[in-house]
């Protein structure tokens, strides 16, 4: 039988603790964080405390601390350690990306919005990704997909407009892509979000 090599689980644990240890800054103050940001890639921890209705369950949850991200993501360039090539591979460029989207649509606002991150080496940032993902299951990267897309670019305006840019409108370029082959209905959603946020306030103890 192959032998088959396995993350020892205790490295999970490991990374998941040390990501609580991290403070949870404002998004808004992205900005005061770019110098030490800017110099590492890794991963890092969306949390929401806004009113947008789907998504009381997760405010409820954030109100006396990081407790349910919406999201979970990771920055990582193409080969270089400190990611400096394009503002994307950084943690603050990464970062600044997202706060952009979320100020380009007209139902969220980026004072809503904080934020944890874990720099580590680029060999184990896709792992970090996974394993935060694995373990919050949070809800724009299970139920709502497409908030980290990037523009598509012309000439591919048949591309399906994702579930996030339809239900958070306001991105430019997702105006080019189509919602015909990709529709949602918003009541199913609603419920499914609610019941997967009870789920895991349950999972993580978040009171």
């Known amino acids: ?12 644990e490991s990374l998941i603790a040390f990501c609580s240890r991290q ?14 940001l800017s110099q590492y890639v890794g991963v ?16 409820q949850a954030n109100l006396n601390s990081c407790c349910m991200p919406i999201y979970v993501g990771k920055a990582a360039s ?4 400190t990611g400096r090539k394009t503002i994307g591979s950084t943690l603050y460029g990464r970062l600044l990306e997202h706060k952009k989207s979320i ?23 896709s792992w970090g990704e996974a ?12 139920e709502i997909s497409g908030f980290g897309i990037h523009d598509p670019g012309s000439g591919r ?15 430019t370029f997702a105006t080019k892509l189509s ?22 306030k349950e999972k993580l103890g978040c009171t």
């Not at 100020?103 to 940032?125: P, T, Y």
Request: hydrophobic residues 45%; contains cysteine; aromatic residues 12%.
């Open 1 to 12: 039988m192959l032998e088959i090599f396995r993350i020892p689980p205790d490295l999970s």
């Open 23 to 36: 403070d949870c800054c404002n998004l808004q103050e992205l900005n005061a964080l770019k110098a030490d």
């Open 44 to 59: 890092y921890i969306l949390y929401y405390r806004g009113d947008f209705s789907m998504y009381e369950l997760i405010k």
């Open 78 to 81: 193409s080969g270089r350690r």
């Open 103 to 125: 100020q380009a649509v007209d139902n969220l606002f980026v004072e809503d919005f904080q934020f944890q991150v874990a720099a580590m080496d680029i060999d184990l940032v």
């Open 131 to 142: 394993v935060l993902i694995r373990h919050f299951n949070p809800i724009w990267n299970w």
């Open 157 to 171: 305006a048949g591309q399906k407009r994702s579930v996030w840019d339809q239900l958070h409108p306001g991105r």
């Open 179 to 200: 919602v015909a082959n990709n529709p949602i209905d918003v009541n199913v959603l609603a419920v499914k979000i609610t019941e997967h946020g009870q789920r895991i």
